[in-house]
């Protein structure tokens, strides 16, 4: 959803329990057109155009980062996702990217604690969530825990990756055994043992 479309979804009445959350010591408004001229309301309507700037700031300094992580500048990356993170902390995409950063850094304990944030934090339906949980599940399992990363590539995979539908069947105690046993048979057809 573009944040064009973002912005035109919020409705007259959506504004009016925003103002209500953010002024509740304000009088309730009687009618719509009260609504509609009342200041709070104003108010919360520029709040929500900072959100979405802060948002497209974010996504710019997300890009640029990206950018200088692929000339191998991580340090100034890193810097770059941090100030995004800043201005947008509840999109997962900018703990994701400096996970990713933080990882290629060799900064194993950073990177898991940014994907922490972007799974506990973040809006569960974002790609990024998505994406934090494969690289979380990849990074727990290069630690040697498989049940912590079978359980990431798991929700991954219900939130549509298809490299983590793989990786849950891969680390799927009851695959891994089928799978011995299936090879087992086949090495013996083969040697011509019964």
Request: glycine share 8%.
């Amino acid at each position: 959803m573009s944040d064009e479309t973002q912005r035109s979804t919020i409705s007259e009445h959506d504004k009016a329990v925003l103002a209500r959350i953010f002024n509740p010591e304000a009088p309730y408004p009687q009618d719509d057109d009260e609504i509609e001229n009342d200041s709070t309301t104003s108010a919360v309507s520029q709040l929500i155009e900072n959100v979405n700037v802060h948002e497209e700031e974010a996504i710019a300094l997300e890009i640029g980062a990206v950018k200088e992580a692929e000339n191998g500048n991580l340090s100034v990356a890193i810097e770059m996702l941090g100030r995004a993170i800043d201005l947008a902390p509840s999109r997962a995409s900018g703990y994701n990217n400096r996970a990713q950063a933080l990882r290629l850094k060799g900064d194993t304990k950073g990177a898991m604690e940014d994907l922490n944030m972007a799974i506990d934090f973040c809006s569960g339906g974002e790609t990024g969530v998505c994406q934090a949980h494969v690289q979380r599940g990849m990074l727990r399992r290069l630690a040697g825990d498989d049940k912590g990363a079978l359980d990431d590539f798991q929700k991954a995979a219900n939130l549509g990756n298809d490299f983590a539908r793989q990786m849950t069947v891969m680390l799927n105690p009851y695959a891994a055994m089928c799978n011995q046993m299936l090879y087992e048979v086949i090495g013996k057809l083969i040697s011509g043992d019964e």
